[in-house]
């Protein structure tokens, strides 16, 4: 007979297992516009890191270590599906915040970030369209250890390039992926066998 621990144990399976689809403090998009005067935040020559072209963000209003960004595009097959695997020196939040995440232009639907002088600046053209948090919805995370499964999930709206942010020097490698990540659908299914072994068990119960 099914009683409430075996459903208890099931609920914490389903969770388990789920658990690095769900986003978390490790990852969390930065917006590149408004975030001071040109003069105080703009972006630096190109420089490669381990062989990757990335944009260093300059930002003198921002507190260290978050004052200078590795600005990086995701290869453009990122938005045919391909799963992509990055790695990282490190994934551990920093003060609870996030340490990379999608670069949005923050700029309403202009692919280019601005200052804040008056009238601003178009300070360059390494983010991804779309304003604050619009772009999440279109990517899934899967971070286990210092690496980070990403999927382009798709969808009415989703930007054509991707460019994601992190702390400078923390990115050591993107390469396409070979595991599949759990996809929103994987919820509804844990979902439903959860409910149905609560009700198989109340049935049990009152029989």
Request: overall charge negative.
């Amino acid at each position: 007979m099914l009683n409430r621990s075996t459903i208890f144990a099931a609920a914490l399976v389903m969770f388990a297992v789920a658990a690095p689809a769900r986003a978390n403090s490790i990852h969390g998009e930065k917006g590149a516009s408004g975030q001071g005067l040109a003069s105080d935040a703009h972006f630096n020559p190109v420089t490669t890191v381990n062989g990757i072209t990335v944009f260093p963000f300059a930002n003198s209003n921002a507190t260290p270590p978050f004052d200078l960004l590795d600005i990086f595009q995701i290869p453009s097959a990122f938005t045919s599906g391909t799963n992509y695997t990055l790695t990282f020196n490190s994934l551990a939040n920093v003060g609870g915040n996030p340490v990379y995440g999608i670069f949005d232009c923050d700029n309403g639907s202009n692919p280019f970030a601005i200052s804040a002088d008056s009238p601003p600046q178009n300070i360059g053209s390494t983010c991804t369209p779309g304003p604050l948090g619009s772009n999440n919805p279109f990517v899934n995370f899967s971070e286990i250890g210092n690496k980070s499964i990403i999927s382009f999930l798709g969808g009415t709206g989703a930007p054509s390039t991707f460019y994601f942010w992190t702390l400078d020097g923390n990115l050591t490698g993107i390469a396409p992926a070979t595991t599949t990540t759990p996809e929103p659908s994987t919820f509804v299914l844990f979902g439903s066998v959860l409910l149905g072994l609560a009700l198989f068990g109340r049935r049990l119960a009152h029989s």
